[in-house]
Nanobody, 124 residues
């Protein structure tokens, strides 16, 4: 059983920054790739970023490349999403997720555990 708990969301002005954290329970964290997804009202869940089990490989959706950075600390069982230069269109509920695979995955159905989500609101 894995539990994921996100934190760090909030309200920020356009151009500002937020750092999301996702703390994981369980002993499989260091062997699992992790991902961040977001869902805005009326829209489908969207892949944002993912990192492989070791942290040596990352990938992002095009709209956040150069602005967001995903990282992980396996000693702390935590994955992070640093979000800079935020835009109003980044407003969404952000959720972290675990995949049982070691490599990066992009589809939500490849992830088996999800956090409850944290709201990010960017005002213009």
């Amino acid at each position: 059983q894995v539990t994921l708990v996100e934190s760090g969301g909030g309200l920020v002005q356009a151009g500002g920054s937020l750092r999301l954290s996702c703390a994981a329970s369980g002993r499989t964290f260091s062997r699992s790739a992790m991902g961040w997804f977001r869902q805005a009202p009326g829209r489908n869940r969207e892949f944002v970023a993912a990192i492989d089990y070791s942290g040596s490989s990352v990938d992002y959706t095009d709209s956040v490349k150069g602005r967001f950075t995903i990282s992980r600390d396996n000693a702390k069982n935590t994955v992070y999403l640093q979000m800079n230069s935020l835009k109003p269109e980044d407003t969404a509920v952000y959720s972290c997720a675990r995949t049982p695979y070691t490599s990066i995955k992009y589809a939500p159905n490849q992830y088996d555990y999800w956090g409850q989500g944290t709201q990010v609101t960017v005002s213009s």
